[in-house]
């Protein structure tokens, strides 16, 4: 869980929606913690909810009408647990210093997403030690790492796919459409979307993922690139028809995005490798402060056009593309299309290479 915060910035969205009611009702006792307070998030994109529950000695209770089952996030003060609820008493135990391993009793959706993490524990066991090394070895290992991180994702999307095919009924398959949903393309997701029965299709939550796959469908290969204007450092505007005839990384990033500025150096590389080859980028900030958002680019002499509209997650760029996750990028071709999505290190040297060289 806490492994995808190495390598993307995410902004939280969850997906059931408010149509009718169940209560679940979650008791917990954790050993050792501090906090006073801590917040439970559920709900929807269109009515999230996130309330403030108090704690006692470690000891907390929280309830809610939930429609179906969903993915809840408990927020702590220095990071989250997520569980699937359902209607009726759910117990969560355990200690303060081991978050990510605390239990959770009463929800069968849980059990089922805690043997699925189990099976998937070989991949796992890799990818720990990959992630421990990540941006502390030399180019030549990084390069190496990021190969076989590539690798062991590969692999997990196939023994997803593998369940959910095996499990179309389950409401735990339809989170794992969901969770692709999240950050995956159109392609892989609608694919998984489609396996599932018509039942789940047609619930509440299916029907908002059925929604987000729409979304993601504007970046779908091949598709034309959205001809926006935003304004750079300077405050004017910039039109992406501008650079029409060139090929264009467009690059969602933000300065307090710390994955984003680990993988600036890579951007700037290949930049300047290719920038003589009908090459370029274009930064598309999530920023809401312009004077981080310059700093930024100054520190990481980023000498390519940068555009923001300094909305942060509501950025209308990243919102059109329904981003939820950064760094993200897009790569257009010449003549405004698509061609490839979220390059970043190996994979994006791979793929100019694969044009240029």
């Known amino acids: 869980m806490i492994q995808k915060?190495?390598?993307?910035?995410?902004?939280?969205?969850?997906?059931?929606?408010?149509?009718?009611?169940?209560?679940?009702?979650?008791?917990?006792?954790?050993?050792?913690?501090?906090?006073?307070?801590?917040?439970?998030?559920?709900?929807?994109?269109?009515?999230?909810?996130?309330?403030?529950v108090a704690v006692k000695d470690g000891k907390f209770s929280w309830s809610a009408d939930i429609p179906e089952p969903q993915k809840i996030f408990i927020m702590f003060p220095d990071r989250y647990f997520e569980f699937y609820a359902e209607s009726g008493n759910i117990n969560i135990t355990g200690k303060a210093d081991a978050i990510q391993d605390l239990k959770v009793t009463g929800s069968s959706i849980q059990d089922e997403s805690d043997a699925y993490e189990s099976?998937?524990?070989?991949?796992?066991?890799?990818?720990?030690?990959?992630?421990?090394?990540?941006?502390?070895?030399?180019?030549?290992?990084?390069?190496?790492?990021?190969?076989?991180?590539?690798?062991?994702?590969?692999?997990?999307?196939?023994?997803?796919?593998q369940y959910i095919t095996s499990h179309p009924k389950s409401f735990f398959s339809l989170g794992l459409v969901a969770d692709r949903a999240m950050m995956g393309a159109y392609d892989a997701v609608k694919s998984s979307f489609d396996l599932l029965d018509q039942s789940l299709q047609n619930s509440a939550t299916g029907k908002s993922v059925a929604k987000r796959i729409e979304v993601l469908k504007r970046s779908n290969i091949g598709e034309s690139m959205l001809n926006f204007t935003q304004n750079n450092t300077e405050g004017k505007p910039v039109q992406f028809s501008d650079f029409r005839g060139k090929y264009v990384l467009v690059d969602f990033w933000a300065s307090w995005c710390g994955p984003c500025r680990a993988e600036n150096p890579n951007v700037l590389a290949a930049y300047k490798k290719y920038k003589d080859k009908n090459f370029t980028v274009v930064g598309v900030s999530l920023d809401d402060d312009g004077d981080k958002w310059k700093k930024a680019i100054k520190d990481d002499g980023m000498p390519w056009t940068q555009v923001s509209d300094l909305k942060g997650w509501k950025n209308e760029v990243s919102t059109y593309y329904g981003i939820m996750g950064i760094p993200s990028t897009l790569l257009i071709?010449?003549?405004?299309?698509?061609?490839?999505?979220?390059?970043?290190?190996?994979?994006?040297?791979?793929?100019?290479?694969?044009?240029f060289d």
Not at 15 to 33: C, D, E, H, Y
Not at 333 to 355: F, Q, Y
């Open 119 to 161: 099976s998937l524990k070989d991949i796992s066991d890799q990818e720990t030690p990959l992630y421990q090394k990540w941006g502390k070895v030399s180019e030549e290992e990084q390069v190496a790492l990021e190969k076989k991180v590539n690798e062991l994702r590969e692999q997990r999307r196939a023994r997803t796919t």
């Open 5 to 52: 915060f190495k390598i993307l910035c995410i902004f939280f969205m969850g997906w059931s929606s408010m149509a009718f009611s169940q209560k679940a009702k979650v008791t917990g006792n954790i050993s050792g913690l501090k906090a006073s307070w801590i917040v439970f998030n559920y709900g929807n994109t269109e009515s999230p909810h996130a309330d403030s």
């Open 333 to 355: 071709d010449p003549s405004g299309k698509i061609i490839a999505k979220d390059l970043r290190g190996v994979t994006l040297n791979e793929k100019l290479a694969e044009l």
